[in-house]
C-alpha cells in the first residue's frame, strides 16, 4: 500500500509547497551535521521536527522508535507527514544499498512513510507503489556552495 495517492502530480504539488517552506531549515540541519548525514520529518504544512542520527555517520542514520514516538507526540492528528528525510553529505541523491533494505522494511512493519535525501543540488523523493516497486521525484533546491 502506498501513502502516495494515485494523482501524484498532485500529491507531488504539495509536497514541492512544503519542501519551498522547509527548504532553509532543512539545508541548515543539513550543514549543522556535517560532515555526517542529518536526519528529520517534513510535515504538509512545511514545518520539519530534526532527530538525532544516531548513528553519527557520514554513510548511514538511525533513529530510535522513542524518538520518533516523542515527536509525534508533538503533533495532532490533523498534522500529515509527507516524509522523512536524511541527507548524503558525500555523494547523490540515490538511495544506497543500505537505505533501500531499511526503506522497505519499514514497508514491510506497516509503516508507509515515504523518504526523501537531501544533497545541498537536490531532493530526492522516495516511496513504494502498489506493486512494491520504489519510485522517486527530483525537486531542486537552493545550491549552497
Sequence with gaps: MS?????V???MGMVSEAVVKAEESI??????ELPNECVG?????????RLI???RSSDRFSVSRTQMAEKFA?????DLLIGIYHSHPNGSPVLS??????????????LFIPW????PWQFLYYWLDDDDRIQARVSSIGVRV
Excluded: C
Excluded at 520529518?41 to 512545511?46: N, P
Design 41 to 49: 520529518m517534513i510535515w504538509a504544512d512545511g514545518s520539519v521536527q
Design 27 to 32: 539545508l541548515e540541519h543539513y550543514e549543522m
Design 74 to 78: 508533538e503533533k495532532t492528528e490533523e
Design 9 to 11: 502530480d498532485a500529491y
Design 116 to 119: 526523501m535525501i537531501v544533497t
Design 3 to 7: 501513502v502516495v495517492p494515485n494523482d
Design 53 to 55: 542520527n544516531q548513528a
Design 97 to 110: 544499498p543500505i537505505d533501500e533494505k531499511m526503506f522497505r522494511a519499514q514497508f514491510k512493519k506497516d
